[in-house]
């Protein structure tokens, strides 16, 4: 398999993401991986079959446009939260500052501006 044809395979993953909803996702994803198994490449094989593995969540995407990053981003938080408030006993507190490190933040990367 060429370089060129390795990076339309490239395009064509990418462009999954713009599919519009969760039935073209999975469509454009089954295609993708087709084609990809057809290849001599063991490892692009491999990377099909974990595709298929997961396409129920990756395809979730197209009905919600959501990843896990956020959820991902506040179980950091939530960690370093409970690191800071090691001996603090009040749990209403602990709730609290989780509650406050999950509010939008104006300033933040992770939330559009409103």
Not at 4 to 18: G, P, S, T, V, Y
Not at 38 to 64: D, E, W
């Amino acid at each position: 398999m060429s370089i060129q044809a390795i990076a339309i395979l490239k395009e064509q993953l990418q462009a999954l993401w713009n599919a519009g909803n969760y039935d073209a996702m999975m469509n454009a994803l089954e295609q993708w991986c087709d084609i990809a198994e057809q290849t001599n490449m063991l490892y692009l094989k491999k990377f099909a079959k974990s595709l298929r593995k997961h396409s129920v969540g990756i395809c979730n995407y197209g009905k919600h446009g959501l990843t896990s990053a956020r959820i991902e981003a506040g179980n950091v938080s939530i960690g370093m939260i409970r690191k800071r408030a090691r001996g603090i006993k009040d749990t209403e507190y602990f709730k609290l500052k989780i509650r406050q490190s999950s509010m939008p933040d104006e300033q933040s990367m992770f939330y559009g501006s409103h």
